[in-house]
């Protein structure tokens, strides 16, 4: 499986960022993604993640309200729209994809087998 993340950039706080992430090399619709992300200095952490349909969603609570995952199976695509954009929302976002099958979308980063390079992001105040 190859992910290529793409869609980050320089934003105002209060602003919003459409990250895309395409794959291929494996049916799309048999495993989960996610996005995480790292801030400089910080350990990598979990954003949002869907389920192979995109029947089911996951947020860390900082992002709930404000980002939204979603896949187009058809596409081969997934997306994390990003609105309220804050500084601390600055850093480099990752997709990565888990093929386990899970009742939820796992926000474990060992979960994760396969990752995209990573796309940034920075929110100005």
């Known amino acids: 499986v190859q992910l290529q993340a793409s869609g980050g950039g320089l934003v105002q706080a209060g602003g919003s960022l459409r990250l895309s992430c395409a794959a291929s090399?494996?049916?799309?619709?048999?495993?989960?993604m996610g996005w995480f992300r790292q801030a400089a200095g910080k350990e990598r952490e979990f954003v949002a993640g869907?389920?192979?349909?995109?029947?089911?969603?996951a947020y860390t609570d900082s992002v709930k309200g404000r980002f939204t995952i979603s896949r187009d199976n058809a596409k081969s695509t997934v997306y994390l729209q990003m609105n309220s954009l804050k500084p601390e929302d600055t850093a480099d976002y990752y997709c990565?994809?888990?093929?386990?099958?899970?009742?939820?979308?796992?926000?474990?980063?060992?979960?994760?087998?396969?990752w995209g390079q990573g796309t940034q992001v920075t929110v100005s105040s």
């Open positions: 869907t389920s192979r349909s995109g029947g089911s969603t």
């Open positions: 990565a994809a888990d093929f386990s099958i899970r009742r939820s979308p796992s926000p474990m980063r060992n979960d994760y087998f396969y």
């Open positions: 090399g494996r049916a799309f619709s048999s495993y989960a």
